[in-house]
């Protein structure tokens, strides 16, 4: 008699079950966040029962304003999204599975389309219009006069006007898989890395027809480069390639990083930071990873766990030790420097609440 009790009772707490999903996934979810380097204009990425659309909204009133119209759950994310300089354009890649395991470049097909979406780049104008696919691509970066796209396609760099009225094509070839993409502010320099398995190198690409510089190549791997604001220098993480005896798998070791600043017309390397030796020493793992950023008057500001907490540093390009900006007990994540360069935005989880070390804050 009980096991029938319990048969006729399992589909209503199926049911219930089916409800409170239902009610749990009909939360919109906001994403991708981003500002117009001017004005007040902004941007984000809104998933709505699925179907994942870009909305925009403008000061004063920031009213939201539906700007894509894609109408199904189709699995097809929303990222890298940006507005272009003059605030006229919104950039944004459309596909893949980015965070995933494997590569973001692979297509989803979770509707079991004859056809899988790839993953592609599109822009459409602020005002709103039609979206146009630039091309197949990932992680594109607008160039400072708000006129064209640059991107990753099949490892290489590839470029296309912002409005799409010409095909995109390949900027440059080189050995390796290129990422990192970043224009200087003011000549539309292209800085980059160039992995090749075992190392990686820093290059800088100017135009179709002038070489390719390459900043203190060696046989270490270099990350995470970013420009100077006048774009005469750059700073980067410098960390041991590969190769040697294996590691064991049982102990912890110290995994060694230092920042090092390069002269763009030189291509002379010089060492700024080395962290410390320790194991809080090591490659930091928070999002973001070494967050490195090069701030107005001449201060590098970077993220270490050599405190025993993730906490945000500066210092000096012309070198001196480091200055803790986040002292106590908290961590620092999602890390942004404003367009001026004068200061951070992070989320932290500390506060007057002792509950507030299991919740994330704007600060």
């Known amino acids: 008699m009980k096991n ?146 640059a991107f990753i396609k099949g490892g290489q760099a590839w470029v296309a006007p912002i409005d799409g009225t010409v095909a995109a094509k390949n900027l440059f070839t080189t050995r390796g898989t290129v990422g990192s993409l970043e224009y200087s502010a003011g000549d539309s320099l292209l800085l980059f890395v160039a992995g090749r398995t075992d190392h990686s190198i820093i290059g800088i690409y100017t135009n179709a027809t002038t070489p390719i510089r390459w900043m203190a190549p060696s046989f270490y791997f270099d990350n995470a480069p970013h420009w100077s604001p006048d774009g005469k220098n750059i700073v980067f993480v410098r960390t041991h390639g590969a190769g040697g005896a294996p590691d064991s798998l049982l102990v912890k070791k110290h995994i060694p990083w230092s920042i090092f600043t390069a002269n763009v017309t030189t291509g002379k390397a010089t060492l700024l930071w080395k962290a410390p030796a320790t194991l809080r020493g090591s490659v930091p793992t928070t999002e973001g990873g070494y967050n490195l950023h090069w701030a107005a008057n001449d201060k590098i500001v970077f993220l270490s766990y050599q405190d025993g907490w993730p906490h945000l540093y500066s210092i000096a390009t012309g070198g001196s030790k480091e200055t803790l900006l986040t002292p106590s007990n908290f961590m620092c994540e999602h890390i942004t420097l404003s367009v001026d360069k004068k200061s951070l935005t992070f989320s932290t989880n500390t506060g007057n609440d002792k509950l507030d070390i299991e919740r994330r804050h704007a600060a």
């Open 4 to 149: 029938i009790i319990l048969l006729l009772l399992l589909p209503l707490q199926i049911l219930a079950q089916n409800n409170a999903f239902s009610s749990f996934k009909a939360y919109n979810f906001p994403t991708e966040l981003c500002a117009a380097a001017t004005g007040s204009k902004i941007a984000w990425a809104l998933d709505e029962q699925g179907n994942r659309n870009v909305y925009v909204a403008e000061g004063p009133a920031f009213k939201p304003r539906k700007l894509t119209h894609f109408l199904k759950d189709d699995g097809q994310e929303i990222t890298s999204l940006s507005i272009s300089g003059d605030g006229k354009w919104v950039v944004f890649v459309r596909g893949g599975d980015h965070g995933a395991n494997w590569d973001n470049g692979l297509p989803l097909n979770p509707t079991f389309e004859l056809t899988p979406f790839n993953v592609q780049i599109g822009s459409i104008p602020f005002e709103g219009g039609e979206t146009k696919y630039l091309s197949e691509g990932d992680a594109p970066v607008i160039s400072p006069d708000s006129k064209t796209v």
